[in-house]
C-alpha cells in the first residue's frame, strides 16, 4: 500500500504561482503523477514523472507553465505552477504507482490517489 498526503493549493490570482506536495508512505512509489478535474468534467493528466525522474511527461495545456519533480529520498513528488490561468482551476490529485517505472498518463494504471486539493485561479 502506498498512502498519499497532499499539500498546497487553494485561491490564486491569475499569473501567480502556486505548488503542490505529494508525500508517499508505505510502499515506494515507482511512476508518479498528477491529475485534475474541473467541475463537471473528467479527470485528466496534468504532468507525469517516472521513477528516476529522468522523464517527464505534461499535457498542451500546461506545457511550459508548470513543471512536476521528485525528490526520491523524501518519497515526495512536487508540482510548480507558474503564470496560472482561470482556466486551471480545478481539483488536483496526486497519483502512484508501484508498477509502471515510466511516466504514465493514464488513471487507470495508477492504483493509489490522493484525496485531492482545490486550486482556484480568480482572474
Known amino acids: 500500500q502506498v498512502q498519499l498526503d497532499q499539500s498546497g493549493g487553494g485561491p490564486v490570482q491569475a499569473g501567480g504561482p502556486l505548488r503542490l506536495s505529494c508525500a508517499a508512505s508505505?510502499?515506494?512509489?515507482?511512476?508518479m503523477a498528477w491529475f485534475r478535474q474541473a467541475l463537471g468534467k473528467e479527470r485528466d493528466i496534468v504532468a507525469a514523472i517516472s521513477r528516476s525522474g529522468a522523464i517527464t511527461y505534461y499535457s498542451d495545456s500546461v506545457e511550459g507553465r508548470f513543471t512536476i519533480s521528485r525528490d526520491n529520498a523524501k518519497n515526495t513528488v512536487y508540482l510548480q505552477m507558474n503564470s496560472l490561468k482561470p482556466e486551471d482551476t480545478a481539483v488536483y490529485y496526486c497519483?502512484?504507482?508501484?508498477?509502471?517505472?515510466?511516466?504514465?498518463?493514464?488513471?487507470?494504471?495508477?492504483?493509489?490517489w490522493g484525496r485531492g486539493t482545490q486550486v482556484t485561479v480568480s482572474s
Open positions: 497519483a502512484a504507482t508501484t508498477t509502471f517505472a515510466g511516466a504514465v498518463t493514464t488513471t487507470g494504471r495508477y492504483e493509489y
Open positions: 508505505g510502499r515506494t512509489a515507482t511512476a
